[in-house]
């Protein structure tokens, strides 16, 4: 079970990031995957997700039409298509994994990446 977060960095407002999640077989072929992510002081908060399948996709209201979620399964990866990025988008980016229900509707997936830092700042 592995969940490998890249592609974070600094960004000015405005700008775009890609977060790449690469993740095992074993994961892509049973389950959800979701970004989580964490600003200093705040408590973990749910992104997006994208079903087993890719057929449903899922974004926080706040990052909607800004962020796309996709996965590439051929390449074992999950991407963070992040556009039009605010400085409150600054924090810890996590991928995760689980059921559906774990993923976005409890948020208590049980596989979790070791994370990518984002920072938007000018």
């Known amino acids: 079970v592995q969940l490998v977060e890249s592609g974070g960095g600094l960004v000015q407002p405005g700008g775009s990031l890609t977060l790449s999640c690469a993740v095992s077989?074993?994961?892509?072929?049973?389950?959800?995957v979701g970004w989580f992510r964490q600003a200093p002081g705040k408590e973990r908060e749910a992104v997006s997700c994208?079903?087993?399948?890719?057929?449903?996709?899922y974004y926080k209201d706040s990052v909607k039409g800004r962020f796309t979620i996709s996965r590439d399964n051929a390449k074992n990866t999950v991407y963070l298509q992040m556009n039009s990025l605010k400085f409150e988008d600054t924090a810890v980016y996590y991928c995760?994994?689980?059921?559906?229900?774990?993923?976005?509707?409890?948020?208590?997936?049980?596989?979790w990446g070791q994370g990518t830092q984002v920072t938007v700042s000018s």
């Open positions: 995760a994994a689980d059921s559906l229900l774990k993923v976005w509707t409890s948020k208590q997936p049980r596989y």
């Open positions: 077989r074993f994961i892509l072929d049973r389950y959800a």
């Open positions: 994208i079903s087993l399948r890719g057929a449903s996709t």
